[in-house]
């Protein structure tokens, strides 16, 4: 069941704190005295290896709770909504792709047959792939897709839901870095243009400087830094 404060019909303004997040304890891996991520902006979240920005992405829409402290969507505290309404509208995208055993359009619907939305067309598929520069044939199997085709699925699988929150976790990692560059730059392009909400871990500091409205270092679990470009809120 949806509770009532499932966050869906609260709308606030660009740039205004979407979530929040308040004295966030969770192991000795995260340690977060206060955060906000804006509404309908570029977050990227850098910082060196093992720091925490894969666990901190993945408190954001509730794959792992807190031990101690606050997480709220839309003013929401997040475990008080219905997961599943919460991850309809906040979708991640994990380090590494999962793919599905089956064809290309399998994989891209498979989200779609889970969720309350609508079916679409060959012709919407085919438009999500271009946008992640994906070449192949919705009939195609994956099979011998490489690393970087899968990532590059799993993306166009998110983005089909089109979903208030995308949440990619090193979206480009099995990239080159000119596949790289154009696919963030539609990702990021159809955001702005949509009103979506990304945040996106990066191990590039030029992704970040590039497409960041805000950039947030990470370092041993704690935010250290949080650099908000001028104008972009
Ligand atoms: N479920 C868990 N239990 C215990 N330790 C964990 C768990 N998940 C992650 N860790 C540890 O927490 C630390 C942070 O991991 P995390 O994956 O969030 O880092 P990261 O900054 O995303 O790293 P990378 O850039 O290498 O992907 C690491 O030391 C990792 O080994």
């Known amino acids: 069941m949806i509770g009532l404060n499932d966050g869906c019909d609260v709308d606030i303004a660009e740039g205004i704190e979407l979530f929040e997040i308040k004295n966030l304890k969770y192991k000795s891996i995260l340690n977060v005295e206060y955060l906000n991520i804006p ?14 920005k894969t666990t901190l992405l993945r408190h954001l829409n509730n794959l792992i ?3 101690s402290g606050q997480i709220l969507y839309k003013g929401v505290d997040i475990e008080s909504m219905n997961p599943i309404s919460l991850r309809r509208q906040v979708v991640m995208a994990p380090q590494n ?5 089956g064809n290309v359009r399998y994989n891209l619907i498979i989200g779609l047959m889970f969720s309350e939305k609508p079916m679409v067309n060959d012709d919407v598929l ?6 992640v520069h994906l070449n192949k044939g919705l009939d195609e199997s994956i099979d011998k897709f490489s690393g970087g085709e899968k990532q590059r699925l799993c993306l166009a699988r998110i983005l089909v839901l089109e979903p208030e929150v995308l949440l990619l976790d090193e979206p480009s990692s099995a990239l080159d870095e000119d596949t790289e560059y154009l696919v963030v730059n539609n990702i990021v392009t159809y955001a702005k243009d949509n009103g979506k909400t990304v945040v996106m871990v990066t191990h590039s500091k030029s992704v970040a400087q590039r497409y960041g409205d805000v950039i947030i270092t990470i370092d041993k679990g704690r935010v250290s830094d ?8």
């Open 97 to 101: 792709p999962v793919v599905f055993n």
């Open 39 to 52: 509404d309908r902006k570029i977050t990227c979240i850098v910082g060196e290896s093992g720091s925490g």
């Open 126 to 131: 085919k438009r999500w792939m271009d946008l």
């Open 226 to 233: 949080v650099e908000q470009k001028e104008g972009a809120i």
């Open 65 to 67: 709770s807190q031990d």
